[in-house]
Every structure is written in structure tokens, then in C-alpha cells.
């Protein structure tokens, strides 16, 4: 029978539904998955056995009661940024190594709502900074496919953990293709959502006009099961849509004849890896042959702005948000010091890392009297451009398609000490993130033995159609079926086994 740690969503829900598995099973199972997997790709900040037994104890009572939703009695490991009541929420950051937040986020609400069972949070470039992991203050989360590279970022452990067996499902965010890059980099789904399709409430922010919540998963399926779970308008959170939540899962039919799809030529960018270029044109042609009529001559001309607005933006927003850490209220605080003012200044130095301080300083002095026209007020104007083209852009395409990332996933601290080279990872993620429309990264193929992710983005609001072109894709091709070395049952793991 399957094993345990490969099974989707939607197959343990089956299982636990026909009590062929019961929740307290499934979950000893992954603890014990994770006690022997993890050490290897250290995808965990905080494990939470206890917690997780105790809600898969109460999970399996709701089953026993006929009371079962798509999500409840499953196994979740969550993002480090995201709050969890009583639960250590450090965002992999020195600064609040220590912080046990007194609330849950709307997320976490809703998905305890659901029958949640959580099995701890997920290691994280500190403050969501980053596009490979390497920024966390504790340790460098690995990829399961190949130990001596980067998972990506910032939502590494989260993809990490799903790509390695860890857990069915992880939530992470999104604020410059956090999710869909480490999606990319370990051959599973990453979904970012419309901006307001889910609420940011109980998320730490980094820049809230870019922060997306959104899930990872094995298949498109479970991606559509979780965004049903975790979408919906929020009144603590003022960006939060209206918008009625489709169950997202009854639309994936695969049929995409007759659906226009737009390929924009800016997003096959100078520098971009040969092999992953094969792999996306294959990928379109694939979409071509089920029906799909694709153009190829499509042109968002402000794209290669993109990257200077986002690392404008990004770094202001975060100045603000960030200057909340004092030293005073809560989080770390430099305790010998003389007055106010060094208190702060020392807690911010020893608290946070060097990209935490190089995007403060950066969004700091962007802000600074002199400078707000030339850096800020322009990219502003400059992300209305790139809105307006993307808009233009869905007037007459259904959705465009692109690579996720111009590479493979590369190796650990080949590009630390090089942040330029590292922000030119995220350069096709990025404009999803500045026009806030959702997109997804489904495994796309291969090159020399390393995932590819295939790029989608939709109209706001439209992630029905987006996921069902995802889901089309996937069930021609099957990359996701195909698992990372680390997924593979490990000697001595042979009880993992659901029956």
C-alpha cells in the first residue's frame, strides 16, 4: 500500500473518511518521519508532537462523530512568520527567538476550525528576506533533492518539508515569489493568491502591500482543497476580499480547449539556464496540444522594471514594519545599555541579520527627506504601469504562462555574498507580487536532475481558472509524481504504511 509520506491530501482524507487510517496514526507516523528525515534537511524550527497528538486525538472524535471536512485529522507544518497561539513564532529571526504570540492568525483559526493538526513551524529566511534560506538566524534549510543546494525563499522549510514527506501540506507567504520559487526549486505546487483572497491577519509583515498567504502541496488538488480552507473575507484584516470562495476543487476538470494563453517574452530573461528554457517551451507545447491557443508574442514591456520597484518598495514597507522592534515592547532587547536610544540601537543590531539591516537601510534612506520623489513616488508610479499592462494583458489572454525562477536550484552559498545575483532569482516572480493577481508554480520538468517549475499567473480573483490550467498540465505530464530521493521511504521506515 502507499506510503504514508507520499500520500496527497486528498488520499489521506479518503482514508481517514473510510477509517482505513485514523488521524492518531497518520500523525505518530510523520512525527516519526520527521524525527528521522529532518536532521538531514532541517526544514523545523519548532516541532510540536504534543500538540499534534492531542489534535489528531480530537480529530479522530470528529471523524467517530461523522463530522469530517476535507483538511481535518491531516498533518501541517506551518511558515515561521505565521502566529500560532502559545506556539513559538520566531520568523527565524534572533529578534524573536523567544516570542510565544497570545493569538492564532485568521489562518490558523480557519484551519483549526477544519480539524488542523499541527506538527510544528518551518525554518524561513529571517523576516521572509530572501530567496534561499540561507538568511535564517538558526540554520540553512536544505533541498530534499539534492542535500548541498538551497530549497529557495523565503518558505524553504515549508516547501522543503512537503518535497521530503514531512507533512501533507504547508502553509507559507508570498511576498516576492516566496512560495512559488521554493515550490520551483523541490518539484511541488505552490499557490500565492489574489492580494485580499486570504487574510494577512496573525502574519508577520515584511511589506503588507505584498504579503500574500498561500499553501504548498504535493498536487494541484490539495492546493485547491487548502485555498477553499483558508480563503475568505476577514474583518481584522482591512485588505481582505469580499469575494465569494468557490470550492476551488469542483472546477478542476483539465479541459483548457479553446483557453488563450499569453507567453510574455520579458520573462525569458538574459542569463536564464538553456536547459530551463527547453523545459518551458516543452511545457507550453504541452499546453498547445491540449487544446490551449497560445501566443508567444506577448509583451509586458515594464517587466524589467519590475525588480527595481520591488526592491524599493519592498525594503520601505519593511522599514516601517520593522521599526516596531524597539527593544521595549517585546522580542530581543540589548540589556546593558545606557539610555533609550542604545537600547534600541543595539537590540536592532544584535537582533537582526545582515539582510534584515540591508533592506531597512535600503528602505530607510528611500524614505529619507530628498529622496521619497526619486525612489519611492517613482517605483509607485512605475508598479501603476506594470498594473495597467498585466490588466491590459487579461483583456485578451485567460492567463499567461512563464518559467518560475531563470534557474535550478543553485548551491548552498554560491550567491550569499552576492545580493544582486541573489535578487535576480526572483526576477519572474516578482511582477505577480507589485500587480497582486494570483499565480501558481507547478512542477514543470527537469534539468540535469533538478526541478523546473512552470509559471502561471490569472486574472485577480480567478484562481479557479488559474488552478484548473495547473491541474490540466500536471495530469499530462505527472512531473509531480515523480519524488524527491529524500521522499523515498527511509530504511527502518517501513511502518509507515496507512492499513
Request: glycine residues 8%; neutral net charge.
Amino acid at each position: 500500500m502507499t506510503e504514508i509520506n507520499t500520500l496527497t491530501v486528498l488520499q489521506a482524507h479518503q482514508l481517514l473518511k473510510t477509517r482505513k487510517v485514523s488521524s492518531v496514526e497518520l500523525t505518530r507516523a510523520f512525527i516519526d518521519r520527521i524525527e528521522k528525515i529532518d536532521p538531514l534537511i532541517l526544514a523545523m524550527v519548532t516541532q510540536t508532537p504534543d500538540t499534534a497528538l492531542k489534535q489528531a486525538d480530537e480529530a479522530d472524535r470528529r471523524i467517530a462523530g461523522g463530522d469530517i471536512q476535507p483538511l481535518t485529522g491531516i498533518p501541517v507544518i506551518i511558515k515561521d512568520l505565521i502566529c500560532t497561539k502559545g506556539i513559538r513564532t520566531t520568523c527565524s529571526s534572533r529578534m524573536l527567538e523567544n516570542f510565544v504570540p497570545p493569538y492564532d492568525a485568521t489562518v490558523v483559526e480557519r484551519l483549526k476550525a477544519g480539524g488542523m493538526v499541527l506538527l510544528g513551524k518551518s525554518n524561513m529566511d529571517e523576516f521572509a528576506m530572501g530567496s534561499s534560506n540561507e538568511n535564517s538566524a538558526f540554520f540553512t534549510t536544505r533541498n530534499p533533492w539534492d542535500l548541498s543546494r538551497v530549497p529557495g525563499g523565503s518558505s524553504g522549510g515549508s516547501a522543503a518539508s512537503v518535497a521530503a514527506g514531512e507533512a501533507l501540506y504547508s502553509i507559507g507567504t508570498d511576498t516576492g515569489g516566496s512560495i512559488r520559487m521554493p515550490a520551483s526549486f523541490c518539484n511541488i505546487v505552490g499557490l500565492k493568491p489574489t492580494y485580499g483572497r486570504v487574510s494577512r491577519y496573525g502574519a508577520v509583515a515584511y511589506a503588507s502591500s505584498l504579503d500574500q498567504i498561500g499553501p504548498l502541496t504535493r498536487d494541484v488538488s490539495d492546493a485547491a482543497l487548502v485555498l477553499s480552507a483558508i480563503a475568505g473575507f476577514d474583518d481584522k484584516d482591512s485588505t481582505s476580499s469580499i469575494n465569494e470562495v468557490p470550492e476551488y476543487i469542483q472546477g478542476l476538470n483539465g479541459d483548457i480547449r479553446g483557453l488563450k494563453i499569453g507567453v510574455p517574452k520579458e520573462y525569458f530573461v538574459t542569463g536564464m539556464q538553456p536547459d530551463v528554457k527547453i523545459v518551458i517551451e516543452a511545457a507550453i507545447k504541452k499546453l498547445e496540444e491540449l487544446g490551449a491557443i497560445v501566443d508567444t508574442d506577448v509583451s509586458l514591456p515594464s517587466t524589467p522594471a519590475a525588480l527595481a520597484v520591488y526592491y524599493i518598495l519592498g525594503p520601505c514597507e519593511a522599514s516601517a514594519n520593522l521599526a516596531r522592534y524597539d527593544g521595549v515592547r517585546y522580542g530581543y532587547s540589548f540589556k546593558n545599555s545606557q539610555n533609550i536610544v542604545e537600547v534600541t540601537e543595539k537590540s536592532r543590531q544584535y537582533g537582526f541579520g545582515p539582510e534584515v539591516k540591508r533592506r531597512v537601510m535600503l528602505g530607510t534612506y528611500a524614505l529619507s527627506a530628498g529622496y521619497y520623489d526619486a525612489y519611492y513616488l517613482k517605483a509607485q508610479k512605475v508598479r501603476t504601469l506594470i498594473c495597467n499592462e498585466f490588466s491590459r494583458a487579461f483583456e485578451k489572454y485567460d492567463v499567461l504562462v512563464a518559467p518560475t525562477s531563470p534557474g535550478v536550484p543553485f548551491k548552498i552559498g554560491e550567491k550569499i555574498d552576492d545580493p544582486v545575483s541573489m535578487y535576480l532569482t526572483d526576477v519572474c516572480t516578482l511582477p505577480v507580487n507589485i500587480a497582486g493577481i494570483p499565480a501558481v508554480s507547478v512542477p514543470g520538468g527537469f534539468s540535469q536532475g533538478l526541478p523546473v517549475g512552470l509559471q502561471i499567473m490569472a486574472r485577480p480573483f480567478d484562481e479557479q481558472t488559474l488552478l484548473n490550467v495547473a491541474y490540466a498540465y500536471e495530469q499530462a505530464t505527472q512531473y509531480y509524481k515523480k519524488l524527491a530521493p529524500l521522499a523515498v521511504d527511509q530504511p527502518g521506515n517501513g511502518s509507515n504504511k496507512p492499513g
